[in-house]
């Protein structure tokens, strides 16, 4: 199993440039997650889906979309990317325990700057 | 509101116990976790423990819950170089979604 792969590693964009990031995971998970990671802030909740076809939004949704078209993939996208959104970005899924235990799989990052 | 709290930096010897705290806010969490992360990779899952135990041992991991100052630690005994890591603290109140602290740097020096 890859676990929970992310593309691309790595992007620099300008300001006002439009990206999709993608996630993608073989566990089959309900559960995904994005996730922004800054210096001092840890980890903060972008958006999330409790399953194919369901979005919502999490602590800092705004200047970002998601879609979750297919139960294994999770997409991420900047509309117009600005200096504020650089940061990693990392995504997350889980598995519905019928409780409230979360173990979260990550994958290894987006390292994203904005010009 | 919900706020996990962490120190950012902790420096050890190598050899020496490493202890890691962390408060949080919400008193119906039911499962609180250590992750680590690795120099240029995600989180994974270190440990957990759920929130009618005061003590889970895991090997060299020690976890302690005081659920009435909503304290939780982590303590790593005779760390090693390669425990070099960032360390979060979290937490589930109900449901799937998890409150992550800030993380905490733990440099080991040789």
């Known amino acids: 199993n890859a676990g929970v792969t992310q593309t691309p590693k790595f992007r620099v964009l300008k300001t006002g440039q439009s990206m999709t990031l993608l996630c993608a995971q073989d566990m089959n998970h309900e559960y995904m997650y994005w996730y922004r990671q800054d210096p001092g802030m840890g980890l903060r909740l972008i958006h999330y889906?409790?399953?194919?076809?369901?979005?919502a939004k999490g602590e800092v949704p705004d200047g970002y979309n998601v879609s979750r078209l297919k139960k294994q993939n999770f997409l991420l996208g900047l509309e117009s990317a600005a200096p504020s959104q650089t940061s990693v970005y990392f995504c997350a899924s889980s598995y519905s325990h019928g409780n409230s235990y979360n173990e979260q799989f990550f994958g290894p990052g987006t390292r994203l700057t904005v010009l | 509101g919900e706020d996990v709290e962490q120190s950012l930096f902790l420096s050890v010897r190598e050899g020496d116990s490493s202890v890691i705290n962390c408060t949080y806010t919400d008193s119906s969490s039911t499962y609180l976790y250590w992750y680590k992360q690795e120099p240029g990779a995600g989180l994974q899952l270190l440990t957990y423990?759920?929130?009618?135990?005061d003590m889970k041992q895991d090997q060299r991991l020690t976890v302690l819950l005081n659920k009435k100052d909503k304290h939780l630690s982590l303590r790593i005994a005779d760390t090693q170089t390669g425990d070099s890591a960032i360390y979060f603290c979290a937490e589930t109140t109900g449901g799937f979604k998890t409150i992550f602290g800030a993380g905490t740097r733990l440099f080991v020096k040789a």
């Open positions: 889906s409790v399953g194919e076809g369901t979005t």
């Open positions: 423990i759920f929130s009618n135990m």
